[in-house]
């Protein structure tokens, strides 16, 4: 088993692909598959190419949850302990200096919907399940979705997903927006490549700062994130990004920031 693969990733020109699998079924979360998340993502840092990130999975989910029968017999601390890993993989990812991207199909469940919410941003295929049904199990989520869950789409909202563990449609995902855009299940691999070599073509140093900005904003009132928005501004002008992008601009034409 610990020879298996279950997350594997390559290089699409300057997007990674990380995919799941498959080869557990409904790609179910355990202790291997969040370490092999978590080394995907280690290597692609050391990888100078990479400018933006595709998350995607094979098979019928895009992650099911946790696996819950490694899980039934866990003690208090070692299901602590479990959490605590799953929210060290996510934050690794949330963290990651360049855009990340979920493509989300079939099911994204549990641990599943908190992996997808760990990315920047979150594309559906039309008919994709998503909730926190842990409380259906007597338990509450362990990899961050009483957290990130609430930022996303209000307190409310989240409440009542985490509370009644109901499943909602791509269509509500979107429309509370929970993902940033549902399109046909044919078209996903597609839709999201596309969009990755979109943002794999602008400025990574500000798309860095942009991602810097909101995640550590958030956590500040408001005068404290103004604060930091200036100060990584400030910073912009100090890479070559902006002197390549405000040129460009000057001189009408389209900026390339390869290599940059």
Known sequence: MEDQKFVEWDMDGSVAVVSMTGKRQLNTLDATVLHQLGEAFTELAEQSEVRCVVLRANGRAFAAGADIVSMEN???????????????????????????IALVQGFALGGGLELAMACDLRVAAE?????????????????????????????????????SGQLIDAAEACRIGLVNEVVPAENLDRHGLDMAQHLASLAPHA?????????????????????????????????????????????KRKADYAGK
Do not use: N
Not at 140 to 163: K, M, S, V
């Open 74 to 100: 866990m003690s208090e601390l070692e299901a602590q302990r479990f959490s605590e890993a799953g929210q060290l993989v996510f934050r690794q990812i949330e963290r990651f200096a360049h855009p990340t």
């Open 127 to 163: 008919g994709t399940k998503f909730g926190q049904p842990e409380v259906t199990l007597g338990i509450i989520p362990g990899f961050g979705g009483t957290q990130r869950l609430p930022r996303l789409i209000g307190q409310g909202r989240a409440l009542w997903i985490l509370l």
């Open 207 to 251: 798309l860095r700062m942009v991602k810097q900005a909101v995640y550590e904003g958030v956590e500040l009132d408001q005068d404290k994130g103004l604060s930091l928005e200036a100060a990584l501004f400030g910073l912009c002008f100090a890479t070559e990004d902006q002197k390549t992008g405000m040129r460009a601009f000057i001189e």
